[in-house]
């Protein structure tokens, strides 16, 4: 465990923002692994992701958020009450923003933030995306909205100045003792992981298409140590029957691109061999049933 000397520090950090804004690449580049999946794609993140960082002078417990954005169903509609609960409830706020100028949706947020009286640190995140020139006025327009604000670019992408991120969060953090095992990365189970993972894969198989209407729940999970293996049962739900045809693809094609995909990187985080089977199952309209928005912990 880390010292937990008077000067020890401790507390919940959200990760605010629009969608696709870059909240859970850095989330993995503040605790140093994956504990979050990432896309292209916006609104990739559903729940609230914790992903924990302890240093031998404070832990911070980081709550990727689902982005803010308008909801036009049940499941959107989960997705900003989430986001809205880890800005009520953190310590802290860090609202990671793109390195461009402020826009109206930006303004709402500012508003949000600005109802809790918790300190605010404004990321300017994808800096490598942008001449440094164009940086300062950047920073002058954010901390001109947010007066109080302490003001970070990073490049979340690159890992630039996250270092120096986390020594900033770190300075408004409250003091007490570490919450969590120093050893601990994230809240979620391997098993949470697993779907999340899969999630990921059909995100990145399906872009543009239906991954939007795609769910995975893990239904079986069973630990195999004497032969070094996991047998890991998942379904891909989908809402209706022509989006089925599409995530299995020509003679299961597709499935098997994912299946494969999740099977190597679910390898990698157990340390050992992983047998994934994935099936594919219609249940209309999921994302506007608020009893099944409720099973899948949504």
Known sequence: MPSQAATYRCGYVALAGRSNVGKSTLLNRLVGEKVAI????????????????????????????????????????????????????????????????????????IALVGERDVP???????????????????????????????????????????????????????????????????????????AEIVREKLFLQMRQEIPFS????????EELPERKLTRIGAAVVVERDSHKGMVIGAGGSRLKEVGQAARLELEAMLGHRVYLELQVRVENNWTRDPRRLDQFGL
Do not use: C, Y
Request: aromatic content about 2%; hydrophobic content about 50%; proline content about 10%.
């Open 38 to 109: 990432v896309s292209p794609l916006p609104q990739t993140t559903r729940g609230a992701i914790v992903g924990i960082r302890t240093d031998p002078d404070a832990q911070l417990i980081i709550v990727d958020a689902p982005g803010i954005h308008q909801p036009r169903r049940a499941l959107n509609q989960r997705m900003v009450q989430s986001a809205q609960r880890a800005i009520a409830q953190a310590d802290l706020i860090a609202l990671v923003v793109e390195a461009r100028p402020i826009s109206p949706q930006d303004r709402e947020l």
């Open 214 to 221: 795609t769910a995975v729940q893990v239904e079986h999970w």
């Open 120 to 194: 605010v640190v404004v990321v300017i995140n994808k800096i490598d995306l942008v001449a440094r020139p164009k940086l300062i006025p950047l920073a002058e327009q954010w901390l001109r909205a947010l007066p109080k604000a302490e003001i970070v670019p990073v490049s979340a992408l690159s890992g630039e100045n996250v270092e120096e991120l986390a020594r900033t969060l770190k300075q408004f953090l409250p003091p007490g003792p570490a919450l969590m095992p120093a050893d601990q990365a994230m809240a979620q189970s391997a098993r949470e992981l697993a």
